[in-house]
């Protein structure tokens, strides 16, 4: 069958894109992770490489297949993401946060593995605040970078879900975010999402609900 070649509306731009989710190493043997499979951070990348734009793909413990066609740096952790993410910020036209990064991280991380005859019956694990990557990005742009946030949110209720996207783009200081829904059976690993996007004055600029390539190319619509 003939595919029609989407239209190359992003030629020439670099896209930096995040995807999956960290894991915050406890010993040498476990970590603290998240339920991000990647699928909608993968999805974008895919659109915009497909759209003409030179991706970069920062990539946390993905569990779909590496997309090809775009430069891949793979990270573990919220610090070596904040690490990556800050080396090439600098030269992105557009950058998208759609990873999950996991708030807190272990303390300390064990030399050995955690032995439970040295615990006993409850183990209590000091947890210390990861950077704000997102926001550290924002307050670092470069002039015309354009920056995309996501916020995966539990909350039900339609009006009180858009108030929460409302005051994230605020503390953040990105100029789109993209809000969806996340549950238990909802958001995570599925193939479908349904999302709507705000601009940084919390205007909805987008609403999208399908596939995750088509809610992929309903975001970079609005990028482009
Ligand atoms: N994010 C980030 N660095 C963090 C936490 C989140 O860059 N330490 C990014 C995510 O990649 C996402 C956006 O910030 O693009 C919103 O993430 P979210 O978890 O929804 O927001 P938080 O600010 O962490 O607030 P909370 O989890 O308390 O709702
Ligand atoms: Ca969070």
């Known amino acids: 069958t003939y595919v029609e070649k989407p239209a190359q509306d992003l030629a020439g731009r670099r896209v930096l894109i995040s995807a999956g989710g960290t894991r915050e190493p406890l010993d040498p043997v476990r970590f603290l992770g998240n ?5 909608q951070g993968v999805a974008l990348a895919e659109a915009a490489r ?15 297949a590496e997309p090809t066609g ?11 993401l904040n690490q990556a993410m800050r080396e090439a910020a600098g030269e992105a036209d557009v950058i998208i946060m759609a990873a999950a990064v996991a ?3 272990p303390h300390s991380v ?3 593995k955690i032995k439970k005859q040295d615990v006993g019956d409850t183990l209590s694990l000091e947890l210390v605040k990861n950077p ?9 742009r470069t002039p015309g ?5 996501f916020a995966a949110e539990t909350e039900a209720d339609a009006d009180r879900l858009l108030a929460l996207g409302r005051d994230k783009i605020e503390r953040k200081g990105c100029d789109f975010l993209v809000v969806n829904r996340v549950g ?20 909805i600029v987008q609403e999208a609900s399908g596939s995750k390539i088509s809610v992929a190319n309903c975001i970079l619509d609005v990028i482009a």
Do not use: P
Request: proline share 0%; hydrophobic share 40%.
């Open 103 to 105: 708030d807190y991280r």
């Open 110 to 112: 064990r030399e050995g």
């Open 35 to 39: 339920r991000s499979s990647g699928k």
């Open 70 to 80: 775009v430069s891949l740096t793979r990270v573990g952790s919220a610090l070596e």
């Open 50 to 64: 497909d759209r003409g734009a030179s991706v970069t793909l920062v990539a946390a413990n993905l569990e779909v």
């Open 184 to 203: 238990w059976t909802q958001g995570f690993a599925t193939d479908g999402n349904t999302i709507l996007m705000l601009d940084h004055l919390g205007v």
């Open 132 to 140: 704000d990557i997102l926001a550290g990005l924002a307050q670092h």
């Open 145 to 149: 970078q354009v920056i995309v946030g």
